[in-house]
């Protein structure tokens, strides 16, 4: 019976706090639009800190401000088809950042984060429902249908993309640092669009790695690289958890 | 290991699904079926699963392959069993099993249409017909008091051994006269056993012996390997054994190979009831056509045994070099057969 009580309790102080931050569609508007987004720093702030994997200061940080215009997008963007706000906007903010680090010449190491299992406080409190994800999962399947199409200009389908792609972590991030130094190199990505092929040569001059890393790992830099280039990919891209790493790593 | 993410593409039983750390991997496909764009959930799709396939067709390739080549081992007869009157033809395998029958007469077949001999052991099936021979009675008190004698040959292509202790138990039981006459081909070795002793190793030659078995008389030409009978009379053969001795073969011998050995035995050597007297004779003696070997053995006793033994020399050197040995063999034969 007590812990029947607990539960009932536990319940109630969850519903209480959805209905806290129970969203409105009325604070989008741009007139309210400074004081949603001020009511929301925290909401950024935690997002593009566990991107960063680092302390920011709202003083200093460019990630920061870079979070704040691309949640104002995502306010402008969203509608209800799109599903929960705060989902939609934290893929925006993602994306944001992965497109800064990727423009930025002097950007950190990135790495595949591995971490499970640590619900944000605010992913608890914005449950998804069912219809919400039926959503995404559509979006998404749009997404894959497109990539799969672009892959196959590529000759590459997703049985070869699964067979030659690989499982272990070092080697994974490595090939993601070097996706990431080619996709900011416009010579590069011309190379591929035009030849549909990778310039060899020029990526082990640019990002000083082995020969038969890039041959060997071939299919998966392209698609890494297409999924990063592409500004259609939102749900893709920010799938993937992309973080700061050290540059010791 | 347990992997989540994107469904990227879906086959028959698997889906590759690109996980948030960055990997391109199948996961199996259980209960739920998944959705392009699904984030799913399910355990990794294991590679060697594709090896499975082959070994399974693979094991069971071998499996046919083996069982079939045991059938063709199973099936290839390799003695074959004479017995005459009620006159019965065996096959056997390798293992000593009876695969194949056939009736030479009519008694035989009528003995065979009662009996089930197939996959018997030769032990087995040599028992059975006299059995059924005994019920069938073609092997009564007359037929024992004719002293008839049945006769067995016993030919193989194989070194084989034949155990034939429980049909020498109703051999014994019943008192019947019973010749047993082992041959091969190709210098292969027989040997018949009774209670795990050997009675009989040598290598016979199958058209010598059924001379010596059957045409005592005649001289057996020297290129042709003699191999030992051996007669095993269970009943008083006191008339059939002199008359034996009289007919006592000399049998000619022209191999020069073994003109060398010039070491004539003479060897008489009384056992409490039974006289053995065995002559070895060299290759010398052989070529001025004299017996080679011939050891008669006389039990007399309430059961009277003849044990006739012709053995060229170059067949059985070890014969010539330890022939106290071979002296012994056959004592403890006799004792056997006494008991």
Redesign the interface.
């Known amino acids: 019976m007590n812990l029947k009580l607990l539960f009932h309790k536990n319940k109630k102080t969850i519903s209480t706090l959805d209905e806290e931050l129970s969203f409105n569609i009325d604070a989008l508007i741009s007139e309210n639009r400074s004081n949603f987004i001020e009511s929301n720093k925290g909401f950024i702030y935690s997002n593009t800190s566990k991107i960063c994997k680092r302390h920011l200061i709202w003083e200093n940080d460019e990630e920061l401000s870079i979070s704040l215009m691309a949640f104002n997008m995502a306010c402008d963007k969203y509608d209800k088809t799109k599903g929960n706000f705060y989902g939609f906007s934290k893929i925006i903010i993602k994306n944001a950042l992965i497109d800064f680090f990727r423009k930025n010449k002097n950007s950190t190491n990135l790495i595949?984060?591995?971490s499970k299992g640590i619900v944000d406080y605010i992913d608890g409190k914005n449950s998804i429902n069912n219809f919400e994800i039926q959503i995404e999962?559509?979006?998404?399947?749009?997404?894959?249908?497109l990539?799969?199409e672009e892959l196959l200009k590529y000759k590459i389908s997703?049985?070869s993309?699964?067979n030659l792609?690989?499982?272990h972590?070092d080697t994974?991030n490595n090939l993601?640092n070097v996706a990431f130094l080619c996709a900011r190199e416009e010579s590069i990505l011309n190379h591929l669009k035009t030849k549909r092929r990778l310039p060899t040569k020029e990526i082990i001059i640019l990002t000083s790695s082995n020969r038969k890393l890039i041959e060997k790992w071939r299919i998966?830099i392209i698609?890494?690289i297409l999924i990063l280039i592409n500004p259609e990919y939102v749900?893709?891209k920010s799938?993937?958890?992309i973080k700061e790493g050290e540059l010791n790593d | 290991m347990i992997k989540k993410?994107?469904v990227?593409?879906i086959?028959n039983k698997k889906a590759?699904i690109?996980t948030?750390?960055?990997?391109?991997?199948?996961i199996k496909i259980s209960k739920v079926f998944p959705?392009?764009?699904?984030?799913h959930t399910g355990e990794l799709y294991n590679k060697s699963l594709f090896n499975y396939k082959y070994a399974l067709t693979a094991a069971s390739l071998m499996f046919i392959l083996i069982s079939s080549s045991f059938a063709q081992a199973y099936y290839s007869p390799v003695t074959t069993i004479v017995m005459s009157n009620p006159s019965v033809s065996l096959k056997a395998n390798r293992w000593n099993k009876i695969i194949s029958f056939k009736a030479l007469n009519s008694n035989g077949s009528l003995i065979l249409t009662n009996i089930k001999l197939k996959n018997k052991s030769i032990d087995d099936g040599l028992e059975l017909l006299v059995k059924e021979a005994k019920a069938e009675n073609f092997i009564n008190d007359e037929y024992v008091n004719d002293k008839k004698i049945i006769s067995i040959d016993i030919k193989g292509n194989k070194d084989n051994s034949i155990d034939i202790s429980s049909f020498k138990n109703i051999i014994d039981s019943n008192n019947l006269n019973i010749i047993i006459n082992a041959s091969s081909s190709n210098n292969k070795k027989i040997d018949i056993t009774v209670n795990n002793k050997k009675i009989d190793t040598s290598t016979l030659n199958r058209n010598s012996n059924k001379e010596a078995s059957t045409n005592k008389n005649k001289d057996i030409k020297k290129d042709i390997l003699k191999k030992p009978s051996v007669e095993i009379n269970t009943k008083k053969t006191e008339n059939k054994s002199s008359e034996n001795k009289d007919n006592d073969k000399t049998i000619k011998s022209k191999d020069n190979k073994n003109k060398e050995d010039g070491t004539s035995e003479d060897k008489n050597s009384n056992n409490n009831s039974s006289t053995i007297r065995r002559t070895i004779t060299s290759n010398e003696i052989k070529s001025n056509f004299q017996d080679n070997e011939n050891k008669n053995v006389k039990i007399s006793e309430n059961h009277s045994y003849e044990i006739e033994e012709k053995d060229n020399t170059d067949k059985n050197s070890d014969d010539n070099k330890h022939p106290q040995t071979s002296d012994n063999a056959f004592n403890k034969f006799i004792k056997d057969f006494n008991n």
């Open positions: 595949f984060d591995n999962n559509k979006f998404r399947a749009d997404e894959i249908n990539f799969s997703f049985e993309l699964i792609s690989p499982a972590k994974r993601l998966y698609s890494l749900y893709l799938y993937l958890n | 993410g994107i990227m593409c086959m590759g690109m948030d750390s960055g990997e391109f991997v199948y959705k392009v764009g699904e984030i």
